[in-house]
């Protein structure tokens, strides 16, 4: 709080950095929306979405945008992590090429997916909304979590997991 506090006063907009996003998502569009990595959330809304919703007048391309200016990033980051880090670069970088794009895109479709049935069938998702918060955060783990590796394996590959292990305590693994 008090950081945040500071850089308000400064006159810079800060923003919490997470919103419990594994614990309190009610749904894709909550959980990347209103709960993870609301800095770089913060950013792409006014680089990308609020223009290209203006400009557009589509949510969904302004989301899909968004989502993959994330994804370059990403791999953007993947390659310039591992590219001196390892022996076998080729077969890192080759093997991981796309695998943050295919991620982001996918949870694109989620959102967009989530939105559609949210208009076309707006009594099933007040009957959604109405389950217990816990009941809708696994609902949305289930949604998020299958294509997770996509996004890890480029990081695990690259040997970042084993050196992260080192910064945790033992009993956690």
């Not at 919103?19 to 006014?46: A, E, I, Y």
């Not at 080729?90 to 049935?117: D, M, N, P, Y």
């Not at 979590?145 to 080192?166: D, I, K, N």
Request: hydrophobic fraction near 45%.
């Amino acid at each position: 709080q008090g950081p945040m506090m500071f850089l308000n006063m400064l006159g810079v907009e800060a923003v919490e950095p997470m919103r419990d996003p594994c614990w309190k998502s009610q749904g894709v569009n909550d959980f990347w929306g209103r709960r993870w990595n609301l800095t770089v959330h913060s950013f792409l809304r006014r680089l990308f979405f609020a223009p290209l919703l203006k400009h557009t007048g589509s949510r969904a391309l302004a989301t899909f945008c968004v989502f993959l200016a994330s994804a370059l990033f990403h791999e953007h980051l993947v390659y310039l992590l591992f590219k001196n880090t390892t022996k076998d670069r080729k077969h890192l970088l080759g093997s991981s090429l796309g695998k943050q794009t295919a991620f982001f895109l996918v949870q694109a479709v989620l959102c967009w997916v989530e939105r559609r049935l949210q208009r076309r069938f707006p009594g099933v998702v007040r009957h959604l909304t109405g389950l217990p918060r816990w009941v809708q955060t696994l609902l949305t783990a289930a949604v998020i979590t299958p294509t997770g590796f996509l996004f890890s394996e480029p990081y695990e590959a690259g040997g970042l997991a084993q050196g992260m292990v080192h910064h945790f305590p033992r009993w956690l693994f």
